[in-house]
C-alpha cells in the first residue's frame, strides 16, 4: 500500500494544549506508511453561509488541506460538555456550501484528553453526530476517554508506559479503519 496521508485536526488552539500533545504523541505510534500533517483551523472566520460564492483565503486553505488527505484524526478538548467552537466552525467551513463537502468519505479517528474523569466523552459524542451527518465514517471502537494526568506523555513528548498499550492498540485499529477505506 502507498503512503496513507492523515489530517490531523486538534480542536483547541491553546498553546499547551492537552491534546495536542497528545496527538503529537499518537502520530509517533503510527506505521511508517502512514504521515500525518496538522491542519490549521485557527485563523478561519466565522462560518456565514453569506461567503459561501467568495471564500477568504484560509477558508480555501482549509478545504484544499482537507481535499489532499486521505483520512482524519481528530483530537479535541470537550468544551461545557461539547465540542470546542474553532473545531464547530472549522467543520462547518468545510462542509460548505452545501453539496461541496470536504469531509465527505474519508475515514476519521476521534478521541481527546482532558484532566476531567470522564476524559471528553460528551464532545467526542457531538463530534461523532456531526461526523455521522456529514458522511464521514468515523471508527466506533475502542473509544478513547482520556484522562490527562502526569505521565500520560513523558518529557520525549511520547506516550507514558501506563497509557502505551492502551493508545497503541487504538492506533493500531485506527490504522487498519483507514486502511480499509483506502482499499475500497
Do not use: C
Not at 472566520?45 to 486521505?70: E, G, H, I, M, T
Amino acid at each position: 500500500m502507498n503512503q496513507v496521508h492523515i489530517g490531523v485536526i486538534v480542536g483547541s488552539i491553546r498553546r499547551d494544549s492537552f491534546n495536542r500533545k497528545l496527538a503529537e504523541a499518537l502520530i509517533k505510534l503510527a506505521p511508517t506508511d502512514f504521515s500525518f500533517s496538522h491542519i490549521q483551523i485557527d485563523n478561519l472566520p466565522l462560518y456565514n453561509q453569506d461567503d459561501d460564492a467568495n471564500p477568504s483565503d484560509a477558508v480555501r486553505r482549509l478545504k484544499d488541506s482537507l481535499s489532499a488527505v486521505d483520512g482524519f484524526l481528530f483530537v479535541t478538548p470537550e468544551y461545557n460538555r461539547s465540542m470546542p467552537g474553532v473545531l464547530k466552525n472549522a467543520i462547518d467551513h468545510g462542509s460548505r456550501p452545501y453539496g461541496q463537502s470536504a469531509w465527505q468519505g474519508k475515514p476519521a479517528g476521534v478521541l481527546g484528553t482532558s484532566p476531567g474523569a470522564i476524559g471528553t466523552a460528551m464532545a467526542q459524542q457531538h463530534l461523532r453526530n456531526v461526523l455521522a451527518y456529514l458522511d464521514v465514517p468515523t471508527m466506533g471502537q475502542p473509544e478513547a476517554f482520556v484522562q490527562f494526568t502526569e505521565g500520560l506523555i513523558d518529557e520525549f513528548g511520547e506516550v507514558g508506559p501506563a497509557s502505551r498499550e492502551f493508545l497503541q492498540n487504538w492506533m493500531n485499529r485506527y490504522v487498519a479503519w483507514v486502511k480499509k477505506f483506502a482499499a475500497q
